[in-house]
């Protein structure tokens, strides 16, 4: 992976990259200097150029990236700048042109090339039947016929019209106008469509030709035309819902459905239609099944979650029960949460008064001092952490008075005990209560 490369990575991809960057680098059409003089004269560098651009289009065309090897072919026309181009470059760009729907430009192309001298008479036949074509789609039934007359002169050399060749001399010398209109307008709708769905224009004409001249070259040649668009946009077809059916084992479903959706509102054989409906319904199936399955898993999971809060809370766990509680307040169950959370709080809060009280009455049995003041020291961090940590607790008040009582019978010992206590993190009691026994818990 030297350089930054992928191991893996396609050397033709990486080449296209390349050229792509320099189609897009307005410093590669400018001359070069120092070794290299001109630049652009300079017949190692062209060839590199043209070469590397061939390749890269070559590239691009076996991907259906018209767009991209067309934007090559421009660049390099530019970068030429007029010097000549190689036909077979020409004839891809015409074709990509053509696939993009661009049918007089690819046409024209195509047409400059037979025109040229740089193809041999019998080797240009392929193309020529495929350029009368084109024209038939134009509707240029003039300029088709002087191109078979053409085609069968060259024949005569090779004994070879092709079966294209014969079928296009028996349309044009057999059909009527209307009838070479009607096949024209199909052979154009489809040439300039996206080849991904079948255009009306095309259907519409092989049910006219059926009706007015069922027995007709043009209806012969229509029907051809739409059984082979069929299976092409059948094949385009199938590559989505292939595409679409592993998203959905990614569980992307809305790129999924994107998918099916701009398929279903396109114009489909029948039975490539009920394909595409077919892998709706099974990924919405798909899409519910796993819906249900992760509301039970959460359900689940919240079942889990539920059952520990309660062991906990069976433990005397309270302060991790009521972490567990108050997370389950956002779901369903959060009546019973709600209410389990004051139980615990409830208990909590009892709990530690208890064990505070104990403290004390062990304080007040205690003979040394020392003792004595730990004891109390312990009761009142107990009360404070009840009051810090259940402020709602329905005992607050009494562990209030609970708290003076203690804090009372320290400051009896040594007023700065209290202070200490503070500085070592315990916070004051500031309330007093009102009345009631000052050295005693009620």
């Given at each position: 992976e030297e350089g930054g490369l992928s191991g893996n990575q396609d050397p033709w991809s990486i080449l296209a990259q390349d050229f792509g960057y320099l189609r897009g680098n307005k410093a590669v059409s400018e001359p070069f200097s120092g070794e290299y003089g001109d630049g652009p004269t300079s017949k190692e560098c062209e060839k590199f150029m043209v070469d590397g651009v061939s390749a890269a289009m070559e590239?691009?065309?076996?991907?259906?990236?018209?767009?991209?090897?067309?934007?090559?072919?421009?660049?390099l026309k530019t970068y030429l700048k007029g010097r000549q181009i190689t036909d077979e470059l020409k004839e891809s760009y015409g074709r990509a042109l053509i696939e993009q729907g661009r049918l007089q430009e690819g046409l024209e192309i195509l047409m400059e090339i037979l025109a040229g001298n740089g193809r041999q008479q019998v080797d240009s036949l392929t193309l020529r039947r495929e350029t009368v074509g084109y024209l038939i789609a134009l509707g240029d039934f003039d300029r088709a016929r002087l191109q078979m007359e053409q085609i069968k002169q060259i024949s005569r050399f090779c004994s070879d019209l092709g079966r294209m060749g014969k079928d296009y001399e028996e349309?044009?010398?057999?059909?009527?106008?209307?009838?070479?209109?009607?096949?024209g307008n199909a052979l154009y709708s489809w040439l300039v469509s996206s080849r991904r769905e079948i255009p009306a224009t095309l259907r519409n004409n092989v049910a006219e030709l059926k009706r007015q001249a069922p027995?007709?070259?043009?209806?012969?040649?229509?029907?051809?035309?739409?059984?082979?668009?069929?299976?092409?946009?059948?094949?385009?077809?199938?590559?989505?819902?292939?595409?679409?059916?592993?998203?959905?084992?990614?569980?992307?479903?809305?790129?999924?459905?994107?998918?099916v959706d701009h398929l279903s509102r396109s114009s489909l054989p029948p039975e490539v239609m009920q394909k595409v409906r077919a892998t709706e319904t099974a990924i919405r199936k798909k899409q519910t099944l796993d819906e249900s399955r992760q509301k039970e898993l959460e359900e689940e999971a919240l079942e889990v979650r539920w059952e520990k809060a309660m062991n906990q809370l069976d433990r005397k766990e309270y302060d991790q029960a009521l972490a567990g509680f108050r997370s389950l307040l956002d779901t369903e169950y959060r009546k019973q949460a709600k209410g389990k959370i004051r139980e615990a709080i409830r208990l909590a809060a009892a709990a530690k008064r208890q064990k505070a009280a104990e403290l004390f009455i062990k304080a007040r049995g205690a003979g040394d001092v020392e003792k004595k003041v730990d004891f109390l020291q312990q009761s009142r961090r107990l009360l404070l952490e009840i009051q810090n940590k259940y402020p709602e607790a329905a005992i607050i008040d009494k562990v209030k008075q609970n708290l003076d009582v203690v804090e009372a019978a320290l400051s009896e010992i040594d007023p700065l005990l209290l202070e200490k206590d503070n500085e070592d993190g315990v916070e004051f009691s500031t309330e007093r209560p009102s009345g009631g026994s000052p050295d005693l818990f009620e």
């Open positions: 590239y691009h065309a076996a991907r259906r990236q018209y767009e991209e090897e067309i934007g090559l072919y421009d660049f349309l044009l010398e057999k059909s009527s106008e209307y009838e070479l209109k009607l096949y027995q007709s070259e043009a209806a012969k040649l229509t029907v051809t035309l739409l059984e082979q668009a069929e299976k092409r946009v059948e094949k385009y077809v199938y590559r989505e819902l292939s595409r679409a059916v592993e998203l959905v084992k990614s569980n992307d479903f809305r790129q999924a459905f994107d998918i």
